[in-house]
């Protein structure tokens, strides 16, 4: 929705979305949800093994996404959340998918809103690196940088989320070549272990 100001001229409105501080959620118009299953996630976790045993209807996140301009508008900002659920396939925390964005070169913003997890970033040179997520947390992800959640806590973890209404989402290099390190809990802490290739 584009807000055609010509019409607003002298009056006052109540706003056509609202953010719910306790939980992070939007409310009002033109408000998208996905939700990604397990059954949706087919090769993302490590231990193929373990992931055929658990239930493929379990729920592993969901997004929220306020896009008030359509995907590809350059010069507009798309603001949302994230909840991962908790759990681990074998020892390996539940993540989101993970991109790089289409227009490699587009900056987010995350912020942690409830629960803990770890925000896991690589580089085009394929170092990765982990933040710890956490309510108030506050996270710069610049361009050219992978991003995916983890929960590593035992409710759900929600994170806020700002980026460009041009960025896009290149998953195709994580199906691809994946992250260089995996979150996994290791003697009941998460570490990122390097993969080998
Ligand atoms: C987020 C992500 C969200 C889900 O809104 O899209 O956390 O992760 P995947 O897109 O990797 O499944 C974001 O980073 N947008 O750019
Ligand atoms: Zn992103």
């Known amino acids: 929705m584009i807000t055609n100001s010509t019409g607003l001229h002298l009056t006052i409105t109540d706003p056509p ?42 729920l592993v996140y969901s997004v929220q996404a306020h896009m008030p301009v359509d995907e590809g508008t350059p010069g507009g900002l ?15 925390y539940f993540i989101t998918h993970g991109h790089f964005h289409a227009n490699a070169d587009r900056a987010e913003y995350y912020w942690g809103v409830k629960g803990e997890g770890i925000l896991i970033l690589m580089d085009l040179d394929r170092k990765t690196w982990g933040e710890r997520v956490f309510p108030g947390s506050l996270h710069y992800i610049p361009g050219n940088v992978a991003h ?7 409710i759900p973890l929600t994170v806020g989320a700002c980026w460009h209404s041009d960025a896009g989402h290149n998953y195709d290099e994580i199906d691809m070549n994946g992250f260089s390190a995996r979150l996994y809990e290791v003697e009941g802490s998460p570490r990122l272990v390097e993969v080998c290739r």
């Open 78 to 92: 798309f603001f949302g959340n994230t909840i991962v659920e908790p759990g681990k396939v074998g020892n390996e």
């Open 17 to 58: 979305q609202t953010l719910e501080r306790e939980t992070g959620l939007i409310g009002g118009v033109s408000v998208v949800v996905s939700r990604k299953k397990l059954k949706d996630l087919q090769g993302l976790f490590a231990d193929r093994n373990a992931y055929t045993l658990l239930d493929p209807e379990t």
């Open 148 to 154: 995916r959640l983890a929960n590593t806590g035992p």
